[in-house]
């Protein structure tokens, strides 16, 4: 089952969040403030790391390095902390949030992480019009350039063992 986590440098931001998630029936399994303190939660894997654009101990771009594999990640980022990520795998959304944003990126998270299923799409440009739409969703709601959300979607694909056209669905159906 896959744990989620939210870390931020703002301990009641943290539990404002969380309380979010939870409210929408996600298994949050831990708040805390610290990069060490994420990467302790998620060294079995299968977690999912939400996390500010800062920790008390480090900056939040340094968490994949700390986390254990099979961990995904959603920065929640001020509009000056954006930079830092422009060039990073990972979905992030601006803040201020806008709370259906931030439970259908954690949900898309989630289902990225649940053993993949049988693709249904078989017409090549039914897959092609999927992909392109996946695309404009990453790109819209989470600031990707039309190359980092391709990108994002081969990984995940790769990933989950998906072919695209199943990740560019289970994108659009979050």
Sequence with gaps: MTR????????????????????????????C??????AEYTRDGNCIVVSGGYLTDLPAIRLP?????GTDFLFLLRGEELPAFEN????RLRLPLVKADLVASV???????E???KSAVSNPEDERILLERAKGLLMERHGFT????HR????????TRRKLPESAKLTLSV
């Design 107 to 113: 949900n898309l998270l989630v289902r990225f992480q």
């Design 4 to 31: 989620i986590v939210v870390a931020n440098s703002r301990l009641e931001a943290a539990k404002k969040i969380a309380f979010v998630l939870r409210s929408a029936g996600l298994p949050v399994a831990g708040v």
């Design 152 to 159: 994002f979607l081969q990984k995940k694909s790769m990933e």
């Design 146 to 149: 039309e190359k980092q959300a």
């Design 65 to 69: 390095q700390l986390c254990g594999r």
């Design 33 to 38: 403030t610290s990069g060490a303190r994420a």
């Design 115 to 117: 053993p993949p299923g």
């Design 88 to 91: 990073s795998e990972y979905l």
